[in-house]
C-alpha cells in the first residue's frame, strides 16, 4: 500500500510538472517563455566606457531588427522587446548585467556581448541559468566553448587572423612583421597568436611583439624598438581608442609602414583619433557598407534613416543577431529555453546582412570575411576584397554583386574572392 502511494505520488508530481512546462512553458528562471504578452529580450554592452561605440551600434542594430519585426506583427504574433543595459566595456559589470537581466527581467534570451573578454565574463551565468546567448560579435574561440547555451553569428578569429597574414604576405609581399597587441584583451592575444601562426606558414617572419594595455596613451616606447627593426607592416589587433593614437605616433616616429588590423578598429571614432595617420592601413572586417547587393542597401538605408549615421559591422551583426533570434523563436514554437536554444544552434543558410549565417557543431558561424582599405580622407573603409573560408565559395544568387570576380586559390586551400563592390566600376 505505502508503495502503491509513493509510486502514484511519483506519477502525479511528474505529471503535474511536465503539464506546467507544456502549458505555461515555465522556464527554469522562471519566466513565463510561451505565454502571451511581449518577448523579452536582453541586450548588454558598453555604451559609455572606453568601447562606448561598439554597444551603440550594437543596441541600435538590434532596435532596427525588432522593430522591423515587430512591424511585421511580430514572432508568432507577439511584439519583441530590447531589455537593455549598459556594462560600461568592464568583465566584471558584464557579469553583473547578465545576471540581472536573466533573474530580475527575466528575459528569455540575450543579445551581447561585443569585446570577447566581456562575453567570456557574462557567458558562464547565462549558460547556467540555461538562458541562450548569442554574442553578435564576440571573435574570440574560448567564447562559445563556454557551452551549448551560447553562441555566435560571426566568425572567429583563426579564420580572421588568417586572413591579415595571407593579405600581409600574399597581397602586400610583406616578408616580415611586427605586432603591437592589447595584453588586456582576450581578442587581441587571440588575433596575435593566429596571425602570427599563418604569416608564419606563409614563410613570413613576426620580428617583434610588444604589447600594451587597454586606456595606455603612451606607445612611443614599443614602436620605437619596432622602427628600429624596420618590419614590412605592423599588425596591431586592438580596439579603436589605442588604435587611433598608435597610428599617430607611428607616424610621428617616421613609420610609414601599412597598419595592419582587424574588427577592433571599426568605430566611427577612428576617424576623429587616427585622422591621416590611418594610411596605409587594412583591416579585416564582417561587412562592407559599400557592398551593391539590395538587401544589403536596403539595411544601410533603413539604419541611415533611423540612427543618421551609416551602420558600421557592428550594427549589421546585431541585427544579423535579432534577426536569427526571431528565426529561431519562430521555429522552436515559442521561447521555451532548451527548444529555443536547439532552434538558434541549429541555424543553416539564413541570410544575413553580414553573409549566409550557418551555425556550425561548435556554434559558431562559418561565413567571409572582407578586407578593407583605410580611407581617412573620407572618413571611411573602402572594400577591398572577400575571403571565403576553406570549403565556402562566393555565392551565386547574386551575380551581379560578384561580376568581374576573380577567384584566385591558394596554399592554404582558402579561397580569395577579389569581387568589384564598392569600386563603382
Ligand atoms: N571581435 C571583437 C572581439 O571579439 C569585437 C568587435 C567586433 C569589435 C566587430 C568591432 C567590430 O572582441
Known sequence: MKNFFLAFTLIFSVLLSSACVDKGGTNNNGSTGDGAGDIKVGVYGDTTGATSSFGLSTKNGIQLAFDEIN??????????????????????????????????????????????????????????????????????????????????????????????????????????????????????????QFFEQEFTKLGGTVITKQTYAQKDQDFKAQLTQMRDQKPDVIYVPGYYGEVGIIARQARELGMNQPLLGGDGWDSPELWKLGGAALKPAYISNHYSADNPAPEIQNFVKAYQAKFNTAPDSLAALAYDSAKVLADAIKRAGGTDSAKLKDAINQTKNFAGVTGTITLDASRNAVKSAVVLELNPAASKFDFKETIYPEGMTAPTTTPNTNAMTNTMSNANAMTNIIGNHGRGQ
Do not use: H
Request: contains cysteine.
Open 71 to 192: 512591424a511585421a506583427g511580430g514572432v508568432n504574433g507577439r511584439k519583441l522587446q530590447m531589455i537593455f543595459e549598459d556594462d560600461q566595456g568592464t568583465p566584471e559589470k558584464a557579469k553583473t548585467v547578465i545576471s540581472k537581466l536573466i533573474s530580475q527581467d527575466k528575459v528569455v534570451a540575450v543579445l551581447g556581448e561585443v569585446a570577447s573578454s566581456n562575453s567570456l565574463a557574462a557567458a558562464p551565468v547565462a549558460q547556467e541559468a540555461k538562458i541562450p546567448m548569442i554574442t553578435p560579435s564576440s571573435t574570440n574561440p574560448k567564447v562559445t566553448e563556454v557551452g551549448d547555451y551560447i553562441s555566435r553569428v560571426c566568425f572567429i578569429d583563426p579564420f580572421q587572423g588568417s586572413v591579415m597574414a595571407k593579405f600581409a604576405a600574399n597581397t602586400l609581399k610583406a616578408k616580415t612583421a611586427a605586432i603591437l597587441g592589447d595584453n588586456s584583451s582576450d581578442y587581441s592575444k587571440g588575433l596575435t
